[in-house]
């Protein structure tokens, strides 16, 4: 049986990808197999070492300590483009209602007393006071064009804006589905220098913190608007409440809202709803319940944000042993030598490494000893060793 803890609310679709005869699942559980989460912020949270592998019901993985995780051999699985279509949508909605001025247009609207016919008089006296501007007129730069940032640059583009994109490290997957219509901003500070409107669509790393700052804004024509559904610290809000004072700025659009940002009335507030769907919950946690499943039962790796891409076919009656392990030479050769001193026959092997991890498996024509498995763990640099017994 498998132990799951689930920490953040997950899909029930999702977990009902774990069958209940293999998988004890629970928000309160000790010594878990493998832990699913969406937002939940576990670096100060002690990660017993029995987890084999997590799995985030969504793309940003910054509420996790990945790089400990590698340390100790565990894989970090996320949903790439699960909730891409969700956030878009929320980041268009975010823009129609910055640019059409909605949120105190409806505040005004509420305010309105009397008969119909005084009503329909403040009406039209004072929605002079809420024109807008059209999508159209507007050029939008779009920063990181993933998942998310293609969706919004083709949807943008097809209601008209002029689209410009940046992200030096776009896959060539990505790059051909951007419609042709959206230009190649050459460095951040081309796109801040000529667009109306940007949105970001970048993780939060060390490189994008702070990455919408004072200067760039400073670059940007008068009025314009920042939309943020990526991570609060990717734009500097001291800076954008300053800009959105001097009038530099006329709407900041978050997902992230802190207390400085929701007291100040050109800051368009979301509750971190960018993935907020039944669609977008179900496609992630389904996603991602599938690979922690392959990975716990065959050593299968897909959708990894620190692993390697490892999937092996598997006939299914051997047995499996997968292995992780510092990325340095020598270790399969070492593998192989303690196999072969015990007379185990290898079928398949796979071998793929990323970064400072290496993961192999191998399947073995028949069974394992334990004293086999201790002296592979024993090998200087292995950090896990798993045996996966044949299916019948
Ligand atoms: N508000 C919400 O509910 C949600 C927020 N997000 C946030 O949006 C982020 C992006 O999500 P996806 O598009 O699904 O991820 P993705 O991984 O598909 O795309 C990220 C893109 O950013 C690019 N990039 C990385 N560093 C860059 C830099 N310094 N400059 C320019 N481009 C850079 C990458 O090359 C990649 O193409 C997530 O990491 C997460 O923080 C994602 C989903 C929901
Ligand atoms: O699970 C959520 O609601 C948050 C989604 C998110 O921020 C992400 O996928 O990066």
Redesign the pocket.
Known sequence: MYKILTLNNISVKGLSRLPREQYEISSDTTRPDGILLRSFKMHDMEIPDSVAAIGRA???V?NIPVDQMTKRGVPVFNA??A??N??KE?VLAGLLIASRNIYPAMRFAGTLEGSDAEISAAVESGKKQFVGSELPSKKLGI???????IRVANAASALGMKVIG??????VE?AWKLSRKVQQALS?DHLFSQCDAVSV?????D??RG?VSKERIAMMPDGGTIVN???GGICDDEAVLAALDSGKLNAYVI?FPTAALLKHPKVVSFP?????TEEAEENCAIMVADQLREYLEDGTVRNSVNFPEAVMPRDGKGSRITIANANVPNMVGQISSILAGAGLNIADLLNKSRGDVAYTVIDLDGGVEDTVLEKLGAIEGVLTVRHLPGKP
């Open positions: 969504g793309a940003g910054n790439p483009g909730n891409a969700a956030v929320l920063i990181g064009l993933g998942a998310i940032g940046y992200d030096p490290l776009i896959s990505n951040l669509h970048v993780p939060l790393l490189a994008t990455l559904l990526a991570r997902d971190h709803l960018g993935a907020s």
